[in-house]
Nanobody, 116 residues
Framework: QVQLVESGGGLVQPGGSLKLSCAASGFTFSSYAMRWYRQAPGKERELVATITNVGGGTGYAESVKGRFTISRDNAKNTVYLQMNSLKPEDTAVYYC?????????WGQGTQVTVSS
């Protein structure tokens, strides 16, 4: 079955960096677009970044453009989110996502807290 497992979250000071990873299994990873979402307390889940399956085209939310970079390693079935210049408003649970056979799959999430 499809499994997505995030890692790499933690506590970081404003201006710092973190790199999230999402290990995927149960489907042909290289054939599917991958996304990172986040959900802050009391807010709706929002799309942060997308990477396509072919060519690695990327897209970002305006709030993270120029600071976050999504990438993928198809040999390792892993998608990454490099987060630089972190701000307190980036604090959220970050989720990995893919749409496979018309169904959305989510990981368990990893907490990112940006605070001094």
């Amino acid at each position: 079955q499809v499994q997505l497992v995030e890692s790499g979250g933690g506590l970081v000071q404003p201006g710092g960096s973190l790199k999230l990873s999402c290990a995927a299994s149960g489907f042909t990873f290289s054939s599917y677009a991958m996304r990172w979402y986040r959900q802050a307390p009391g807010k709706e889940r929002e799309l942060v970044a997308t990477i396509t399956n072919v060519g690695g085209g990327t897209g970002y939310a305006e709030s993270v453009k120029g600071r976050f970079t999504i990438s993928r390693d198809n040999a390792k079935n892993t998608v990454y989110l490099q987060m630089n210049s972190l701000k307190p408003e980036d604090t959220a649970v970050y989720y990995c996502n893919t749409l496979y056979l018309a169904r959305n799959y989510w990981g368990q999430g990893t907490q990112v807290t940006v605070s001094s």
